[in-house]
């Protein structure tokens, strides 16, 4: 079965720094890109970074280029968001999830998400 | 960068009945189109890829076509479990862009 569990968040204040980790089990993680996804409360879906099997590609939103650090450990098996000067609209449960199809940018299987709360 | 509408926002119906929602987006972008389900406090759910093709599980009540920027997602004989938000998404390029998700409740 393949499984994505996510964590690292909770509270930050404006300005303030977090590191959210995902951890991958159930297929062979360095074959697959992998994405995070946010969704602000009450909201849609808002993709936020890629990074593809070997960590050649990575994108992110305008949103948080600049801010944001996505990478990945293949050897641990280990996918991280690094996420840097946070302001009050980067609230939301980021999720990370899986890549398939041609770019990778199909996100077939999703962890149950981690909550950051950027707030004074 | 690719922008994705959905219409309706909202949609009401009974159960038992045939939906559709529509997906546009700003460029053509082939078939590089999936479909999402989300309930309420879950993560989505991968529903379509390449704009018709089922993920496995997926019900054959659900149903999705279209090429270029027009795109439609069809319920058919909707089930109670079936009224939450979908949303629709475009992979030709980043950024992966979704539309704002369509509520489906119940009449």
């Known amino acids: 079965e393949i499984q994505l569990v996510e964590s690292g968040g909770g509270q930050v204040k404006p300005g303030g720094s977090v590191r959210l980790s995902c951890t991958p089990s159930?297929?062979?993680?360095?074959?697959?890109?992998m994405n995070w996804v946010r969704q602000a409360p009450g909201k849609g879906l808002e993709w936020v970074s890629s990074?593809?099997?070997?960590?050649?590609?990575?994108f992110y939103a305008d949103s948080v280029k600049g801010r944001f650090t996505i990478s990945r450990d293949n050897a641990r098996s280990s996918l991280d968001l690094q996420m840097n000067n946070l302001r009050d609209d980067d609230t939301a449960i980021y999720y990370c999830?899986?890549?398939?199809?041609?770019?990778?940018?199909?996100?077939?299987?999703w962890g149950q998400g981690t909550l950051v709360t950027v707030s004074s | 960068d690719i922008q994705m509408t959905q219409s309706p926002s909202s949609l009401s119906a009974s159960i038992g009945d045939r939906v559709t929602i529509t997906c546009r987006a700003s460029?053509?972008?082939?078939?590089?189109l999936n479909w999402y389900q989300q309930k309420p406090g879950k993560a989505p759910k991968f529903l379509i890829y390449?704009?018709?093709n089922k993920q496995s599980g997926v019900p054959p009540r659900f149903s999705g076509s279209g090429s270029g920027t027009d795109f439609t997602l069809t319920i058919s004989d909707l089930q109670p479990e079936d009224f939450v938000i979908y949303y629709c998404?475009?992979?030709?390029?980043?950024?992966?862009?979704f539309g704002q998700g369509t509520k489906l409740e119940i009449k």
């Open positions: 990074i593809s099997s070997n960590s050649q590609y990575i």
């Open positions: 159930g297929f062979t993680y360095k074959s697959y890109p």
């Open positions: 998404q475009q992979t030709l390029t980043a950024p992966y862009t």
């Open positions: 999830a899986r890549g398939v199809g041609a770019y990778g940018g199909a996100f077939d299987s």
């Open positions: 390449g704009a018709s």
């Open positions: 460029q053509s972008i082939t078939t590089y």
